[in-house]
């Protein structure tokens, strides 16, 4: 189970689940923020709106963005070391994990793109959409957890 990282895999997989902390906590930091900045340009109040761009920019740049390239990296280390990338049946809940990091690396991307709308002024998404949208990281995890521990397919 250990393939060409050897006796290595089980600290790459701890660094793994370390990075995937420090991101989904990004992850479910900034969707917050954004609910805040936006509430405060529908407010009128540019001076605390300047502070949301302020903490997004430094969320973004401090925890979301490097952990995410940690976790990439990392786990297509540990993916590699399964033998993804060399045939090895039984890795269906593999596939479906790495479909929805995938899904999370988009919506991560959204995010980032809808902050700068914020930053712009431009409001595209009602306060009550923007909070719904606040539950896509949960749900991910929800379901990543139970394919990494269950394993069903």
């Given at each position: 189970m250990i393939g060409l990282l050897g006796p290595a895999y089980?600290?790459?997989k701890a660094a793994h689940?370390?990075?995937v902390i420090f991101w989904m906590a990004g992850m479910f930091m900034m969707p917050r923020y954004l609910v805040y900045h936006?509430?405060?340009l529908v407010?009128?109040?540019?001076?605390?709106?300047?502070?949301?761009?302020e903490r997004e920019g430094k969320l973004r740049s401090i925890i979301l963005t490097p952990?995410?390239?940690a976790v990439w990296g990392l786990g297509l280390l540990l993916a590699a070391s399964l033998g993804l990338f060399s045939g090895v049946p039984g890795l269906g809940w593999l596939h479906a994990k790495l479909f929805l990091v995938l899904l999370l690396s988009a919506y991560h991307g959204w995010m980032v793109g809808?902050?700068?709308?914020?930053?712009r002024g431009?409001?595209?998404l009602t306060g009550k959409r923007l909070r719904m949208i606040n539950e896509v990281p949960a749900l991910a995890a929800t379901i990543?957890?139970?394919l990494v521990i269950v394993k069903p397919f």
């Open positions: 089980e600290w790459v689940i370390i990075f936006q509430e405060a407010a009128g109040d540019a001076a605390d709106a300047a502070r949301w761009v952990a995410m390239i809808y902050a700068k709308k914020l930053a431009q409001m595209t990543i957890v139970v």
